[in-house]
């Protein structure tokens, strides 16, 4: 009933950037967070980020002043734009989302297919 499709993943260079982003379509009541995990091979999921519906954000340590976590115009995509990138950004990224969908009574996690973030020189 809901897909996210994820889109932005790229090979970089350490100090680069680039910009992730995932939109939510099909049937749906309601999206309550949208955010961001990452894992890396060998590594367990790590939390990124996370917009919340009235545009709060919050941040993994690591991340905080690089990352910035953002609405981009429907309340349904959300983007990641990611500066100053380091090798140990490297990872699959993967957007998630709590959904309500048409008919539903709770909020359900939704995941995106991961898009590949590779940091190399």
């Known amino acids: 009933q809901v897909q996210l499709v994820e889109s932005g993943g790229d090979l970089v260079q350490p100090g680069g950037s680039l910009r992730l982003s995932c939109a939510a379509s099909g049937r749906f009541f309601s999206i309550n967070n949208m955010g961001w995990y990452r894992q890396a091979p060998g590594k367990q999921r790590e939390w990124v980020a996370t917009?919340?519906?009235?545009?709060?954000?919050t941040y993994e340590d690591s991340v905080k002043g690089r990352f910035t976590i953002s609405r981009d115009n429907a309340e349904n995509t959300v983007t990641l734009q990611m500066s100053n990138l380091k090798p140990e950004d490297t990872a699959v990224y993967l957007c998630?989302?709590?959904?309500?969908?048409?008919?539903?009574?709770?909020?359900?996690?939704?995941w995106g297919q991961g898009t590949q973030v590779t940091v190399s020189s």
């Open positions: 998630y989302a709590l959904v309500q969908v048409q008919g539903g009574s709770t909020f359900v996690p939704y």
């Open positions: 917009l919340t519906p009235d545009s709060s954000t």
